[in-house]
């Protein structure tokens, strides 16, 4: 509940991280890398805190590098849930919403399953690529995908976190 989320703490942290992408870190697309490349930094470090398994995916694509995190918690093998979000813009934006919300839920579930570990494999996963590759098998969550199957993983259920907060402007109305 709203209550848990802000007797704990957790709704500064999720501020916190939004800020952090979509204002100190800024740009995440094709054409600012070093954006995604601190986003990616600002991801690992949070899935290492939370004391995930945390291990990269990179793929290259036009002579660039790109690469989604992964933290996985609970049983190292066995059934996975997959839990995700882009960590990448649409170019020129801040992304707030779109989906430094999303990675900022990502974050705080990681933080919540390292204090405790679920009895499931859960599989935290930080895509690039989503915005500027869309519908294609650019995308990092595509490239995620398809490695899962290449490895044999049973994937009982996958979860998009994608705008999970907005910004409202009703409180401006008069």
Do not use: W
């Amino acid at each position: 509940s709203l209550m848990i989320l802000a007797s704990d703490g957790a709704v500064e942290r999720l501020k916190d991280h939004v800020t952090a992408l979509a204002h100190t870190i800024g740009a995440r697309d094709r054409a600012h890398p070093e954006g995604l490349r601190r986003a990616a930094d600002h991801i690992r470090a949070a899935f290492t805190a939370a004391r995930g398994h945390v291990s990269s995916q990179t793929f290259t694509i036009g002579g660039a590098s790109y690469e989604n995190v992964l933290a996985r918690f609970g049983p190292p093998a066995g059934t996975r849930v997959v839990i995700g979000a882009h960590y990448d813009a649409v170019e020129d934006s801040p992304g707030a919403d779109d989906n430094a919300s999303g990675v900022a839920g990502l974050l705080e579930l990681a933080r919540r399953l390292g204090k405790r570990p679920p009895s499931l494999t859960i599989e935290l996963a930080a895509y690039s690529l989503e915005e500027s590759a869309f519908a294609t098998d650019q995308m990092g969550s595509v490239r995620h995908a398809r490695a899962l199957k290449q490895e044999g993983v049973d994937v009982r259920l996958m979860i998009s976190l994608a705008m999970i907060g907005s910004v409202s402007y009703t409180h401006l109305r008069a």
